[in-house]
Structure formats: C-alpha cells, structure tokens
C-alpha cells in the first residue's frame, strides 16, 4: 500500500492563559494514512485533533517530529518549497460558512479555485464547473446565488466541489458534519465514500463523534489529551476495544464518576473506569502508559489493555 502522510512522533504544545500552563495538544503523535484510505480521528473536544490536522499539513509548526508526504519531510522544507505541494492537500472545516465569501456567486467562488490551481482556458472553466456541482448533487440552480444565501448542507456540498476541484491527493475533513442535521449528514458522508472511491483520496477524518467515524474510516485513532490512545484498524476498534476511554466512547453512558488524582501518569486516568474499579494502581498515577502492539495492527496504551 502506497503511504501519502505519515506523521512521526509530532509534538505541539501551548501555553495556556494560566501562568505556567502548558497545553500539550500534540503529544508524541504517530500515524499514516494510505492512498485511498481514510484514518479517523476521534476524541473528546478540545483534545488536539485540529491541531494535528493543521500541522499535517504545514499550516502550523510542530515543536518537533515530521511530517513525511510521499516520504519528504514537510517540516524541514520552507514555506515557499511548500507552497506548490499545497494543491495536494484540501481542508474541510466544520464551518463551511466562515471558508467562504457570503458576498460571492457560487459560480464565480469555484471559478476563482480553478483558476488559482489549474490553467484551464474559459470553456474548460464552464464545463468543470458545471461537472463539480453535479457531482457533489449541487442544484445547476444555484448557481447564480450569493453564497451566504446557501443552506447548511449547500454550503458543505460546495465547500466539498471546491476542495474536487484541484483533484487533492489527500483531504482533511474536520468535523465536516458537526453543524448538519442528521438526514443531511449521511448524504455528506456517502459524498465523501464516492468522492474517495473515483479519485482514491486518502481523508484524514476528524470527529468527536466514534459512530460517526466508524461509517468512514479504514483505521481508527482515539486521541485524549494530546495522545493516541488506540489505533487499530476499525474492525478491531468496533468489535474488541481495549482501551477504556475508546469503550467509553462507544457507549457514553458507562462512565458516571470521576476523580481528581495528580496530572502525572496516564493522560486518561482521571476520567478511567479501570483505574476506580482496579482501586487506583500506582502505575497508572506513574507511568504514562506506551502506545504498545496488542494484536496484529491494534495499538493500546493501556498499563491494562490485555
Ligand atoms: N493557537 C493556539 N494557542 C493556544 N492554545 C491553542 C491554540 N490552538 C489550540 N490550542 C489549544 O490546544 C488544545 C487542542 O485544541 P484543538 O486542536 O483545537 O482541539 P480539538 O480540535 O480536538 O477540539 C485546546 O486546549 C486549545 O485551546
Ligand atoms: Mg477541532
């Protein structure tokens, strides 16, 4: 299988508005995504998943670590080597609202990709335009309309033709149903799994929402607090979790306490249904535990994890 992005041991910390506070929102990240593949990547709000998108592809700075896009290390080359390879990527944000300009017609917005991105003569303009919104099941209609007239899902769907529109190899969507209402979400969703199927784009998927991920993605990540937790490909992750927080997230309702221990060890702990009902080990409250190989493929770091 052909590797497009592989992110090795990427760290990226904050400073907080506390004095002294540090927010480690990449902490000690590893993972790949392969062409025509899509990795999920789930966790609670606020636990660093945008932050790894970001520094994917380059539009932040990691503490440390690499970034390797067809094996090239993306963090050693500068901004201006970066920049002809960013065609190659394309992020989709949970707000389409705000990635757009509401005072532009929908035509003359992909327009204005097509031309930053790709030398097309003006007919070929027209035809691709017209091929972009069919695919995405935009109505010809619309056209002509100004783009903050646009509905929710309208918004997404053009955000959508406008990422085609310079046929990336690699697509970041985060959190790109957050804001839909359900119906609407599942054909997002199903948009997603065609456009991946005809163009063999590998996605990186971000979300808080497991169920949702599940639906996507070859592999899944489970983040806590700046750290993968599990990674496994979404066979293993649905049916033999082994990470505590991953099978919280598959049914919420199974943690009802919490306790305050110390910030050292294990970045889970605190909130770890193992840790109470094991009588709250040294080891864990030690020892942060390592993202170790339980079975063929399947990551955990779990002092417990068997
Ligand atoms: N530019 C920044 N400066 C300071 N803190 C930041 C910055 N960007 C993100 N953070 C903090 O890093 C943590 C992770 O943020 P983020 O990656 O957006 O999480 P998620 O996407 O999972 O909700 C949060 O605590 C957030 O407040
Ligand atoms: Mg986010």
Redesign the pocket.
Known sequence: METIIEAINVFKH???RKPGQV????DDISFSIQKGKTLGLV????????????VLIRL?DPDSGSVLYRGADLVELTPKEVRPLRKNFQMIFQDSRAAFNPRMRVYDTLKESLRLYRALKAREVRDEIKNLTSRVNLHRGLLYHFVGNLSGGELKRLDIARALSIHPEFIIA??PLALLDMAIQSQIVNLLLQVQQEENTAILF?S?DLKMVRMLSHTVAV?YR?KIVEYAPKTLITENPLHPYTVYLWDPRSSDFYVRFFENGCVYKNSCRLFHKKGFPLMCSEKQPKLLEYERGHFVACHFAK
Do not use: N, Q
């Open positions: 904050f400073t907080g927010i480690k929102a990449c966790g609670e709000s606020g636990c660093g998943k945008t932050t790894v998108g970001r932040l985060d959190e971000i808080h983040m700046g």
